[in-house]
């Protein structure tokens, strides 16, 4: 079974890790309801948070979902590595480099070196994720991991200046979500060279030749919203045969985490699980809502209930496990006769 | 005063730290010989040694000098930082990233990673150095630090292999000297980029207008040798009006540490004082050799005998108070009546 998945960071990490989990994992009533041999992952990540820092690559989702999905993450934060130290940062702030207000652990730091080393011999962004990749194990687990395009994106922010300088300003996303932890207010998000990004190798065959296509809770805008933005993606999502479900990120109109709220706000969407499955309305064909949430079925979208708080891998393979099986029967549904 | 020194790493370095102490210490006969209002020290540190690793400049010899001079030099090894952690190298064996035998700390990365930012925004070899020389303070122990030249320079060994592929080949001089400790036979240094080498900003000026220019006991060949090869600074050492002194390297007919034996005889040259003094015989005007080097005067040249072991700051601040006397005679004979 072919599984291909569209993923941020903390979030959409989470939920694939409890996908993973929920694969193999015998059910109450027999066995694992798949082997992983059975399944093939495809997560195809944003790219579009990544900047470079001190002349060194950072893909914050790609690094989240390797950390995540390979056992190294940290699991209080979400993010960076697990039994981290901060001597090069600390150093870094000693020689009075900056930005300061983005957290590189020592371990972190080798990840970023080593892509930055490979993207200067010319190495595309996808190949470096491929060699990280077999780094964390995850041929083993039976994911291929693609960065959304080898093409530099980065989401910048238009944010309003305040004081002397008032107006308006573009400033890194991830300037705006880590310094400033989104409360500056911001006009819009621009992504430079979305335009003019082509999908990387094979993320428009994953979408294609899927058997079930799943959106993990991931933020609609600034994460999914940009892998959407890759020209070729949307059309490849409409036009797949595989059916595509998705997760709301919203619970109790509410995200569980990060901004998503702030940033449908930007774009002018309802903070509502309905507003977000309107951002997907040209494709999905599943909804899955958390159980108090108001969303009525819509058109051709099929909504199903369950709690969707991720407090544990259990409970997220809970929720993946639902996605996954409403996936399994829209597309028994379609098969023909 | 204006001092000038050209150095390599350890051996320089070391020297150059007693010479610091040397010129603040209170003598037995008196007070300090020079406060550090009195003394400008300017440093010519080899670039030669200077490798880039997993896309990071390193530059060796003037990082050791930066650490040695600035108080955070790793005492034990000579090089590299105090108090240093390997979480990153650690990392990128994890990653398969070659090479792993040259040890890089977690706070030394920050150098190189900070180093490789500002190069790769265009800024010079020089301005770098400038920058961390800061967070060492060395300005206000009075010392400027000049890499030789801001050109990209790199000394290769040619060497034997053997078995299959016999006949020759060139391999970095680090890897010669760090990964096979100067075991490997070697046939002559070849230093790519230096005839095309500019001296940096700065440099020539230091050994023109200087009072004194001291030869610290670094590595004939591949430490003074090289900064001797920089077009322009053999003739400004021959027209200096200052006298240029110099610490044999050889204690006993061996160095004392590093491989100075080695690399003479691969240029041919006799591995005794004599041998090092006839590499500097066009412009050397004093020589400090060991107590019992039979090394005799030779024409023009004033050959001083005092123990040259470093054994700790206080050695190694007598024996640059030693060279200094003797280039304070030397210059005092020199000067008109």
Chains 1, 2 share one sequence.
Not at 219 to 225: E, Q
Not at 311 to 336: C, I, K, N
Request: one cysteine or more.
């Amino acid at each position: 079974m072919r599984i291909t998945a569209l993923a941020g960071g903390v979030g959409g990490a989470r939920f694939l890790r409890g996908l993973l989990h929920h694969v193999r994992t015998p059910q109450p009533t027999g066995p694992a309801p798949h082997s992983l041999e059975q399944v093939e992952l495809t997560v195809i990540g944003n790219t579009g948070d990544d900047i470079t820092l001190f002349g060194l690559r950072v893909c914050p989702d790609i690094d989240t979902l390797l950390y995540t999905l390979g056992g190294g993450i940290h699991e209080g934060q979400g993010w960076g590595r697990a039994d981290e130290t901060h001597s090069l940062a600390g150093e870094l702030a000693a020689l009075g480099a900056e930005p300061q207000w983005f957290t590189l652990g020592d371990k972190d730091f080798a990840t970023h070196v080593y892509r930055s080393q490979l993207l200067g011999q010319g190495m595309p962004l996808s190949a470096v994720t491929q060699r990280l990749s077999e780094r964390w194990g995850l041929g083993e687990l039976g994911v291929t991991l693609l960065p959304m395009t080898d093409t530099p994106v980065e989401t910048h922010v238009v944010v309003h200046a305040d004081g002397d300088d008032a107006g308006q300003r573009a400033i890194h996303f991830q300037e705006w979500w880590v310094r400033h932890r989104a409360e500056l207010p911001a006009d819009r998000f621009v992504v430079a060279g979305l335009d003019r990004a082509a999908p990387a190798p094979g993320v428009l065959e994953a979408i294609r030749e899927a058997d079930v296509v799943i959106l993990p809770p991931s933020n609609p805008v600034v994460s999914i919203g940009i892998i959407l933005g890759v020209p070729g993606v949307r059309d490849a999502l409409r036009g797949t045969r595989a059916p595509v479900v998705g997760v709301s990120p919203l619970v109790g109109g509410r995200p569980v985490r990060g901004h998503a709220d702030v940033c449908l706000r930007t774009i002018g969407v309802e903070e509502t699980s309905a507003g977000v499955a309107g951002l997907y309305a040209d494709f999905l064909d599943g909804w899955l809502v958390d159980e108090d949430d108001p969303m009525p079925d819509g058109r051709g979208l099929q909504v199903v209930r369950r709690p969707l708080l991720m407090s544990s891998v259990e409970a997220a393979a809970e929720m993946a496990g639902a996605a996954l099986d409403l996936g399994m029967r829209l597309r028994a549904e379609r098969a023909p006769a």
